[in-house]
T-cell receptor, first 115, second 114 residues
């Protein structure tokens, strides 16, 4: 298994531009999570899906952020318009139906820089 | 509600000496506990997990952790540090019935000196 795959690995964009981050979870995992990591706030859960349905988006910072999961093998996190304070590493993670006893498998992250 | 506190933001050890990374948790229910490691510019990798079985948990790369309910602790140890252990370590708690969310500690940066 190739693990959780995120793209791109690095993204540099100008303020005001739209940014789309992509994630392919491990096949068979029915939960998918988006996290953001910054020096100031550590790891924050933004949103998670179960069977492609968003369950809890209370961590999404504001309306500029949106996430979709059109099928079991793909999810996107979109920021429009982007701002410098969105600069962070964004991680995607997935887990099995049995959930927390197996922990989560994380992708390598997307390092976003908004200038 | 669940929470986790990593007591040290930075730990420095010499190569070949023991490692101790401290973690205390708070949980209303029977928790699952994890340690993750993050090497520079890498994703998070699961080191070990506790899920109400044996209280002493062995993980990868020689790490182990002991669940102590009376002390609400889950400290990570390794008998002998290696240079490749230099990384950031996260203690994580998840409660049964918490909708499968993980709560991360703030992380401990481990430096291994030659």
């Amino acid at each position: 298994d190739a693990g959780v795959i995120q793209s791109p690995r690095h993204e540099v964009t100008e303020m005001g531009q739209e940014v789309t981050l992509r994630c392919k979870p491990i096949s068979g995992h029915d939960y998918l999570f988006w996290y953001r990591q910054t020096m100031m706030r550590g790891l924050e859960l933004l949103i998670y899906f179960n069977n492609n349905v968003p369950i809890d988006d209370s961590g999404m910072p504001e309306d500029r952020f949106s996430a979709k999961m059109p099928n079991a093998s793909f999810s996107t996190l979109k920021i429009q318009p982007s701002e410098p304070r969105d600069s962070a590493v964004y991680f995607c993670a997935s887990s099995y139906r049995v959930g927390v006893i197996n922990g989560y498998t994380f992708g390598s992250g997307t390092r976003l820089t908004v200038v | 509600a669940q929470s986790v506190t990593q007591l040290d933001s930075h730990v420095s050890v010499s190569e070949g000496t023991p490692v101790l990374l401290r973690c205390n948790y708070s949980s209303s229910y029977s928790p699952s506990l994890f340690w993750y490691v993050q090497h520079p510019n890498k994703g998070l990798q699961l080191l070990l997990k506790y899920t109400s079985a044996a209280t002493l948990v062995k993980g990868i790369n020689g790490f182990e952790a002991e669940f102590k309910k009376s002390e609400t602790s889950f400290h990570l140890t390794k008998p002998s540090a290696h240079m490749s252990d230099a990384a950031e370590y996260f203690c994580v708690v998840s409660e049964a019935g918490s909708a499968r969310q993980l709560t991360f500690g703030s992380g401990t940066q481990l430096t291994v000196l030659p």
